[in-house]
């Protein structure tokens, strides 16, 4: 099957669509694009599940990571105020995660508005074809009624005023048959006119789910960028309840990142596997969906010198059709004016209606055919399989650093909170607040000598 022009599967496409893929009973499921079937849905499952995987396999480690820090700290000397050794590697490795985490951030940003481009150039080809299937209905439907009015009125009214030569009407009549044949060829040319797919609808619900796929990205990324800001700022202050609450909120977003995970890893394998092949899949799914000839989609979706034009016999017979209207209306007119001035007028209106359906003839022609949906389908796969398959690698990507990031900072925070001052919370009371512990010890021994 010929490639659409300008489009070749990538080497990222080329390296997913080898990946193995198995089922739920880890059994080989062909790399084929399946969605319908139930062992590749398995197989896409599993893959999210991968995800999954390693989630559970982080918060293991760091519970465990977290219980031997909590139990089995060595005891220290009474008043001891000195740091434990190697404090301050462990707040530099939390903020060196952190930074890490913040670079991830801006790939994911990168990600994100890359994938968006795609589905953007998705949703362009989408209407532009959309708008040649309406020129190519509009097209015929004028042409179809002009030439149904002209039989009605102008042709009806020459044949009533040529009455009195029989072989001028037997030309009138010659010509009403070649504009009944004309209307009744250029009837078959608007193929989509009853089709109940509409590629109006779908570019509207691709963008629909784009633009909440997009914000949700925007509040994890922005979560997640605030998260390591105050982060950074409890370590710079030295804030331990800020510490807490960014801990806590760390432990969110790191499951927010490895579920984001899952579902981009799924969504690149099964892009892949589509974007390696796709001729065949969407070929057979419009033709299930729309009801149309395998010729007439073939013809569109490869458009090569081994497929024809299914409309070509309809077109060499309308071109020939008019061609000999024209040339029976210019015999009129070359024989009947002299003798019937009256017929001036109607031939005249009819010579104008034939010239416009002649210039819309030719546009017809023009958009029916291969190269115009062809170059739209061919942008719409770049968009798809090039950047929003790039696009949905990248934000893999920061999903990956995202959790590793997050994973070590949550290893850190507590071992660096243990190393701020005890008096880190009454750092900003004021000595006359009878909240502050010193105050409230004084007013108690006043209390007593009195």
């Known amino acids: 099957m010929g490639a659409p022009p300008g489009y070749r599967p990538s080497a990222w496409v080329h390296l997913l669509h080898q990946l193995p893929r198995a089922d739920f009973q880890l059994r080989p499921v062909p790399s084929g694009f399946a969605p319908q079937e139930q062992e590749y849905q398995q197989a896409l499952l599993l893959v999210a599940a991968l995800a999954g995987l390693g989630l559970g396999l982080s918060l293991i480690f760091i519970a465990v990571y977290l219980i031997r820090f909590c139990c089995c700290r060595p005891p220290e000397a009474p008043g001891t105020k000195s740091p434990p050794p190697g404090g301050g590697c462990v707040t530099w490795s939390c903020i060196a995660a952190l930074l890490v985490g913040c670079a991830g951030i801006g790939i994911g940003f990168y990600g994100n508005s890359e994938t968006s481009d795609g589905v953007s150039q998705l949703s362009s080809a989408l209407l532009h074809a959309n708008h040649t299937l309406s020129a190519i209905d509009h097209l015929v439907l004028e042409m179809v009624e002009r030439l149904g009015e002209a039989v009605r009125t102008e042709l009806t009214t020459l044949e009533e005023v040529l009455t009195q030569r029989t072989e001028l009407v037997a030309a009138t009549r010659g010509a009403r048959r070649q504009a009944e044949a004309v209307a009744q060829q250029l009837q078959g040319l608007a193929f989509w006119r009853d089709v109940p797919l509409s590629p109006l609808q779908v570019a509207e619900d691709v963008s629909f789910v784009e633009e909440y796929r997009w914000l949700a990205y925007i509040l994890l990324l922005l979560l997640e960028l605030l998260v390591c800001l105050f982060t950074l700022?409890?370590?710079?202050?030295?804030?331990?309840?800020?510490?807490?609450?960014?801990?806590?909120?760390?432990?969110?977003?790191?499951?927010?990142?490895?579920?984001?995970?899952?579902?981009?890893?799924a969504t690149a394998v099964g892009l892949s596997d589509f974007c390696s092949s796709p001729d065949t899949y969407v070929l057979n799914l419009t033709q299930e969906e729309t009801g149309l000839g395998s010729d007439i989609l073939s013809y569109y979706f490869l458009c090569n010198q081994a497929v024809s034009n299914p409309f070509q016999q309809r077109l060499t017979l309308s071109q020939r059709a008019l061609a000999n209207i024209h040339s029976q209306l210019q015999g009129l007119e070359r024989e009947a004016v002299p003798q019937f001035p009256s017929a001036q007028k109607p031939l005249l209106s009819l010579e104008e209606t034939m010239n416009v359906t002649e210039g819309n003839f030719h546009q017809l022609v023009a958009l029916l055919h291969c190269r115009g949906l062809h170059k739209d389908y061919g942008a719409a796969l770049r968009g798809l399989c090039e950047d929003a398959l790039e696009g949905l690698l990248f934000l893999l990507l920061f999903s990956l650093l995202s959790a590793g990031a997050l994973a070590t900072a949550l290893c850190s925070l507590p071992r660096a909170w243990a190393l701020f001052p005890p008096s880190d919370d009454y750092d900003d009371t004021d000595d006359d607040d009878p909240f502050n512990p010193q105050e409230s010890k004084r007013f108690v021994q006043w209390q007593s000598s009195i």
């Open 233 to 265: 700022l409890g370590l710079a202050k030295q804030s331990k309840w800020l510490v807490v609450v960014m801990t806590v909120m760390s432990l969110l977003v790191l499951i927010l990142s490895w579920g984001s995970m899952g579902l981009e890893a």
